[in-house]
């Protein structure tokens, strides 16, 4: 069956312009999680989703983060005023239900650069 | 919190070489373990995991032992190839499903024939 799926895989823009990412979700996966990678950094997590309940924003590095996710399956991280520190490839990944053991699916990522 | 911290790379190899990537963790309660690996221009996958103590994942001939005396879940593999060239994670979650992934830095391993 499809993956995760992400879009866009690159994206370019410059300092000051709002980004919208995308991450579609394997079907029937309730848990969607946002990370980001970054050289030097390894992995952060940065926001996830578990069916209806409040996301946990705990790991948004600032108020110009935010995620929504629509109708339980399709999540959009939006980046506002962009700058150059924020340049990492986005993951997303999504898994049956928040739990322990349960494995994480991650997308092929986005990489975002701010010029 | 919970934390993992992994040997730093990067490490190379010989084809055959034994491995050991050493992976340390801080948790409250009993968090599952689970090695991650990032093959070049590819996303990451799971590799192995184990959800309580004592407990041994395996895959592709790698191994970790989940120790809970010593809060490791060291990865090991008796005779990496070429193809085992890759970025490998370490990562926790907590049992009761509240955290999402905690990850260790990465550690990039390079396998020469």
């Known amino acids: 069956g499809a993956g995760v799926s992400q879009s866009p895989s690159n994206k370019v823009t410059e300092k000051g312009k709002d980004v919208e990412l995308r991450c579609d979700p394997i079907?029937?996966?309730?848990?969607l999680y946002w990370y980001r990678q970054s050289l030097g950094q390894g992995l952060e997590f940065l926001i996830y989703?578990?069916?209806?309940?409040?996301?946990?924003k705990s790991g948004l590095p600032s108020d110009r983060f935010s995620a929504e996710r629509t109708g339980g399956s399709v999540s959009t991280l939006t980046i506002q005023r962009t700058q150059q520190e924020d340049s990492a490839v986005y993951l997303c990944?999504?898994?049956?239900?928040?739990?322990?053991?349960?494995?994480?699916?991650f997308g092929p990522g986005t990489r975002l650069t701010v010029t | 919190g919970n934390s993992v911290t992994q040997m730093e790379g990067p490490v190379t190899l010989s084809e055959e070489a034994f491995l050991t990537i050493n992976c340390t963790y801080t948790?409250?309660?009993?968090?599952?373990l689970f090695w991650y690996v990032q093959y070049p221009g590819e996303g990451l996958q799971l590799l192995l995991k184990?959800?309580?103590?004592?407990d041994k994942g395996s895959n592709k001939g790698f191994e970790a032992t989940y120790r809970k005396e010593t809060t490791s879940f060291h990865l090991e593999k008796g005779s990496v190839q070429v193809s085992d060239s890759a970025v490998y994670f370490c990562?926790?979650?907590?049992?009761?499903?509240?955290?999402?992934?905690?990850f260790g830095k990465g550690t990039r391993l390079s396998v020469i024939a």
């Open positions: 990944a999504s898994s049956l239900r928040l739990a322990g053991g349960q494995e994480q699916y």
């Open positions: 079907s029937g996966h309730t848990a």
């Open positions: 989703f578990q069916g209806n309940s409040a996301p946990d």
């Open positions: 948790a409250t309660g009993y968090p599952s």
């Open positions: 184990a959800t309580k103590a004592d």
């Open positions: 990562a926790l979650s907590d049992y009761s499903g509240n955290t999402p992934l905690v």
